[in-house]
């Protein structure tokens, strides 16, 4: 089992930047990706990273603005979010897949979560 903790949250105005974190347990999965959820709406993938070839996968309303990377060291995950917008308030969560029955980004493919960092954007 992959254990994640999320950080890196927190309240900005519209045009501002966060990074996000999530520590990783350990390194077995195979894909990694942050996904969000607003108020009355349902989880949605932000972006995803396949470890093996560090290949990068974003949702089209983050595409230019937001970066997904990770530490091989530290074993953690990371998501630098630029020109950040009000409707990009939300709770973020940290997955990972084990296993890919899908294309590798699916969001079918994540198990394991973390327990969320709250981003608000304030316009």
């Known amino acids: 089992r992959v254990h994640l903790v999320e950080s890196g949250g927190g309240s900005v105005q519209a045009g501002g930047s966060l990074r996000l974190s999530c520590v990783a347990s350990e390194y077995s999965p195979i894909v990694m990706g942050w996904f969000r959820q607003a108020p009355g709406k349902e989880r949605e993938e932000v972006a995803a990273?396949?470890?093996?070839?560090?290949?990068?996968w974003y949702a089209d309303f983050v595409k230019g603005r937001f970066t997904i990377s990770r530490d091989y060291a530290k074993t953690t995950l990371y998501l630098q979010m630029n020109s950040l917008k009000p409707e990009d308030t939300g709770m973020y969560y940290c997955?990972?897949?084990?296993?890919?029955?899908?294309?590798?980004?699916?969001?079918?493919?994540?198990?394991?979560w973390g327990q969320g960092t709250q981003v608000t954007v304030s316009s």
């Open positions: 997955g990972a897949a084990a296993r890919t029955y899908f294309r590798w980004y699916n969001p079918g493919n994540f198990v394991y």
């Open positions: 990273l396949y470890l093996e070839s560090d290949t990068e």
